[in-house]
């Protein structure tokens, strides 16, 4: 273990129907020996009575298959979104009315002894990572405009303007063309007061990538920022917007360290 790049993790979230009354998100997290963490967040589609089934079913089945195998790589990404999707598929079999569900599914792991964060997807919810104010990691969205975006026939910056911005062409229960989640193969090292949020497309079409990152910087609390954030969203969402979900992550010096450090500002004052 490399003690020294230890971390405290802390999390909030929120998972709110927005104009719509009824909500299809789900979120989850679950913890492993005090080390590995596993935070998921998955946007349903189907209709009421399919889309929430969706993303539960992507929610529950992930979380069971990381309990009874809590490793730290992308292969337990890739196994979980796997078994979410086996999940999904086996229920649209079963009652008509799920035939034709499916669900996103974004997931951040964790490991708080290594500081380390592993990142997959699969649909567009997305996983950023804050730090000082800039985005330094994005996961990738499996949609139609963001191939226009890579062919050169769209420019990123409309990317939130396009009529068929929802429009996806993979999904868990809704993947035809077999293609393969997003997973990040390298570790991604955290830093004290980096800050990840894995949310729903309800939150970040609204709002972007500048504006989130620095409502990160400038959030002192994680209850902060998760207020800060929905009020923004619910003060820009038109009639009818979409379920908005989030949840919020913020990386932390160890408790003891981060009591050794304030001591020692205590000291250098006194100094002064």
């Given at each position: 273990m490399n003690?020294?790049?230890a971390?405290?993790i802390?999390s909030?979230?929120f998972?709110q129907p927005?104009g719509?009354d009824?909500n299809e998100?789900?979120i989850e ?6 080390v ?8 349903g589609?189907?209709?009421q ?6 993303s ?6 992930a979380r069971a298959?990381f309990?009874e ?7 337990t ?6 078994k979410?999707?086996?999940?999904i598929c086996?229920k649209q079999k079963?009652?008509?009315k799920?035939?034709h569900m499916?669900?996103t599914?974004?997931?951040?792991l ?9 990142v997959g ?7 950023y990572?804050?730090?000082d104010?800039r ?14 975006v890579?062919?050169g026939?769209?420019?990123l ?10 429009v996806?062409?993979?999904s868990?229960g809704a993947?035809?063309e077999?293609?393969?989640p997003?997973?990040t193969?390298?570790?991604?090292e955290l830093q004290?007061?980096?800050?990840a ?6 939150v970040?079409e609204?709002?972007?990538e500048?504006?989130?990152?620095e409502?990160?910087?400038?959030s002192k609390t994680?209850e902060?920022?998760r ?5 923004m969203?619910?003060n ?7 379920n908005f ?8 010096l160890?408790a ?6 304030q001591?020692?500002?205590m000291?250098?004052?006194e100094?002064e």
């Open positions: 003690s020294t790049r971390l405290r802390e909030l979230s998972t927005g719509r009824y998100d789900s997290e679950c913890e492993a020996f005090g590995v963490r596993l935070f998921m967040l998955a946007d589609a189907g209709g009575g399919g889309g929430d089934v969706a539960k079913s992507a929610v529950e089945a298959v309990l195998l809590p490793l730290f790589s992308p292969d990404l890739r196994l979980c979104m796997q979410a999707d086996e999940a086996a079963c009652e008509s799920l035939a499916a669900s599914f974004v997931a951040l964790v490991n708080n002894e290594r500081g380390e964060a592993l997807n699969l649909g567009d919810s997305r996983c990572i804050f730090r104010g985005v330094i990691f994005q996961s990738y969205d499996h949609s139609l405009v963001q191939r226009f890579e062919a026939l769209y420019p910056e409309k990317l939130r303007e396009h009529p068929r911005r929802n996806l062409y993979a868990l993947n035809s077999q293609i393969p997003f997973t193969q390298v570790p991604i004290p007061g980096d800050g949020m894995l949310c729903s497309d309800g970040w609204l709002l972007d500048a504006t989130l990152a409502l990160a910087l400038s994680l902060e920022w207020d800060r954030l929905q009020s969203i619910k820009s969402m038109p009639a009818g917007h979409d979900s989030a949840i919020l992550v913020r990386a932390f160890p003891k360290d981060q009591d050794l450090t001591i020692q500002r000291k250098f004052n100094t």
